[in-house]
Nanobody, 120 residues
Framework: QVQFVESGGGLVQPGRSLRLSCAAS????????MGWYRQAPGKQRELVAG???????NYAESVKGRFTISRDNTLKTVYLQMDSLKPEDTAVYYC??????????????WGQGTQVTVSS
């Protein structure tokens, strides 16, 4: 049974940084693309960053140049380094395995997510 456990969120001021982590279990982690999604209040969940099994990355335009996704296949963990945070980055962040090229999540089950709030 696949399971994702996200952590690292919090309340930060605009311009500051956070690093999110997501530990995966129940999948052959190294074989899959992994991604970070976020859902803001009243909005649909969106894919903001993805990383393929070979390490190629892609980002939503809204976070490009500010967010960096990485992975550790030994630890079965995917990370999201978020710099220069903006209030519009406020959301609950989740990880999953995005289908290529659509970005739709492969798994229907989600973790509890981690709340990121950017506010002065």
């Amino acid at each position: 049974q696949v399971q994702f456990v996200e952590s690292g969120g919090g309340l930060v001021q605009p311009g500051r940084s956070l690093r999110l982590s997501c530990a995966a279990s129940g999948i052959i982690f190294s074989r899959y693309s992994m991604g970070w999604y976020r859902q803001a209040p009243g909005k649909q969940r969106e894919l903001v960053a993805g990383i393929t099994s070979s390490g190629d990355t892609n980002y939503a335009e809204s976070v490009k140049g500010r967010f960096t996704i990485s992975r550790d296949n030994t630890l079965k963990t995917v990370y999201l380094q978020m710099d220069s945070l903006k209030p519009e980055d406020t959301a609950v962040y989740y990880c999953n395995a995005p289908r290529v090229p659509s970005g739709a999540p492969l798994y229907s089950s989600w973790g509890q997510g981690t709340q990121v709030t950017v506010s002065s």
